[in-house]
């Protein structure tokens, strides 16, 4: 709440200096006049209350608004909101709150970033948790049927793109769009069928109009500089691009284009229509779309020196597209030649272990790298190819597998003299973030890896039923082996230690799209 304090004596009892101004006393304070009056906070100019609002958080602007009309008039002063960040769940509930704010914000806001999530996915039928996967259907055969939960979720998430994308289609001083949608990986096995989008889409007409919305805002934009679209269900297709304006697109230092929906062989962007890009910095794609021309347009001289690559590489994608036009070794080697500050960042979604020997060429400067697996785990020989690869580059190794089955967590160490992740805590010294669920990891090794890093370490997050006890350690009668284990940990990191207890409050492990486009943004931002 915004107060104005006025000066009066200290022995005065009452409500507190400025408390009538803000409509919070029974009367006003010496010299000082209620909103509603001619003096006072009221009849304070337009520029002043606006410059006043600036100071404040925005909860804190939309209390100060009720304290009278002059004051709600400035609250959507243009200079208020340069940035809108919005986090929306895929509710009806959402629409006239987000009509509201796109209303008033749409036409000039400069930087738009907007999530839709559905917080909880609905079982039933084809409407499988993200996390459970979900059957895929094969060529020629009918798709599950979704619950009538899921459809509404489905048609309700195209009615709220549709508010967002209307409202800043004709915003030229926009030069931030970021929109992300994690419904649309419902399926972490598959993509959501054409037949689902009919039976909420019947004509095709939403989606058209979206698409036709995004290509306007493109076309209409005259400032863009930051264009990140990630898994947003069919809004981009492979012609969006061609709406930029070539001095648009010469000047665009960020693009992220990841959608597992485009079908087969087709690319939402090519080699050709990169070269207009020449100004880019930072660039997001899907591994399969991400081929050798592409290294070859970014190596060039006539493009500035590209700073940040993140690459999605899904299961998905393997299988319908081919790897053999993937960067080789001598291509990456020309990449790194002129971006010599260049840094990869990898999410790897369900990839088998023999496709991730083909893609980890020795000359990528591979700095972060995710694994998420389903169905799949990822093998001690890729863990030890990155450590030996990659051992100057990488910072962030995260490890997840999302099994049923508890019990049966594979063990990188078996059948191993050297355990994998000790092997990668000793070689890269630059390790600063390690977190792992689904693998067994050892107590024993656990404590050499955080002796190895120290403090450099910044951030061990291994779910506790992860962790395995030698026997030895358990039938020593005289020491409490979690207490002692959790004690030279914490003495190893030089801080206190715990394991994840509730893996439901790390989004990395629960979350793991989201914390990949999330992790991808800061990335791209941290030029």
Same mark, same amino acid.
Request: proline share 6%.
């Given at each position: ?22 409509? $919070? ?76 704010? &796109? ?137 969006? +691009? ?42 997001? $794609? ?19 020196? $590209?700073?940040?690559?993140? $690459? ?29 500050? +260049? ?16 893609? +980890? ?44 089955? &508890? ?97 439901? +409050? ?22």
């Amino acid at each position: 709440m915004l107060l104005f304090v006025s000066q009066e004596p200290q022995a005065r009892p009452g409500p507190p200096p400025g408390a009538a101004a803000a409509g $919070l006393g029974p009367g006003p304070a010496p010299g000082m006049s209620v909103c509603g009056e001619a003096v006072g906070a009221g009849s304070l100019p337009s520029e002043l209350v606006v410059h006043i609002f600036s100071f404040l958080a925005a909860p804190d602007r939309l209390r100060a608004s009720a304290a009278c009309s002059h004051w709600r008039e400035c609250l959507f002063y243009p200079a208020l909101w340069p940035r809108l960040r919005l986090s929306l769940r895929v509710s009806t509930a959402e629409r006239p709150r987000l009509e509201f704010l &796109m209303r008033k914000c749409g036409w000039f806001v400069r930087e738009l970033r907007v999530q839709f999530a559905a917080d909880n996915y609905p079982t039933g039928g084809g409407g499988a948790a993200a996390g459970e996967g979900a059957a895929v259907a094969g060529d020629g055969e009918a798709p599950p049927p979704l619950s009538p939960r899921w459809l509404d979720l489905l048609r309700t998430y195209l009615e709220l793109v549709l508010c967002v994308l209307s409202s800043v289609r004709n915003n030229r001083n926009l030069q931030k769009l970021s929109l992300f949608g994690d419904i649309s990986i419902l399926q972490q096995h598959g993509t959501i069928s054409n037949t689902y989008l009919g039976k909420v889409d019947p004509d095709g007409k939403k989606i058209k109009q979206i698409q036709q919305l995004f290509e306007e805002i493109l076309g209409n934009s005259r400032q863009l500089k930051w264009l990140s679209c990630g898994l947003m269900l069919q809004i981009v297709t492979p012609t969006s +691009l061609s709406s930029l304006s070539n001095p648009i697109a010469n000047t665009m230092e960020h693009l992220s284009l990841l959608d597992n929906h485009i079908p087969g062989n087709t690319t939402l962007i090519t080699a050709v229509e990169l070269e207009r890009f020449v100004n880019l910095r930072s660039l997001a $794609l899907d591994f399969c779309d991400f081929t050798a021309e592409m290294a070859r347009v970014l190596a060039d001289s006539n493009h500035v020196p $590209l700073h940040r690559l993140s $690459l999605l590489v899904h299961s998905v994608s393997i299988m319908h597209k081919s790897l053999d036009n993937m960067p080789k070794d001598e291509n990456w080697q020309a990449l790194t030649r002129n971006s010599t500050n +260049l840094r990869v960042y990898i999410m790897a979604f369900d990839v088998k272990s023999d496709d991730m020997l083909r893609i +980890l060429k020795p000359s990528i400067p591979l700095e972060r790298i995710h694994f998420d697996s389903y169905v799949t785990y990822v093998s001690g020989a890729v863990v030890d190819l990155i450590s030996r690869q990659y051992d100057k580059f990488l910072t962030h190794f995260i490890l997840m597998n999302d099994v049923i089955d &508890m019990s049966a967590f594979p063990d990188l160490s078996d059948n191993r003299n050297e355990d994998p992740l000790v092997l990668l805590a000793w070689r890269c010294t630059r390790l600063s973030l390690l977190a792992i669920h689904g693998y067994t990891v050892w107590a024993h090794n656990l404590i050499a890896i955080a002796r190895l890093r120290g403090s450099d370490l910044k951030v061990l997050e291994v779910t506790e039923e992860s962790i395995e006890f030698d026997q030895g350690e358990l039938a020593d009668q005289d020491v409490d082996p979690v207490r002692n284990f959790i004690e030279q940990v914490s003495l190893g990191l030089g801080r206190p230690w715990h394991a994840v207890m509730d893996i439901e +409050l790390l989004s990395v492990f629960t979350e793991p799209t989201r914390h990949f486009y999330r992790e991808m943004q800061s990335f791209s931002e941290g030029i």
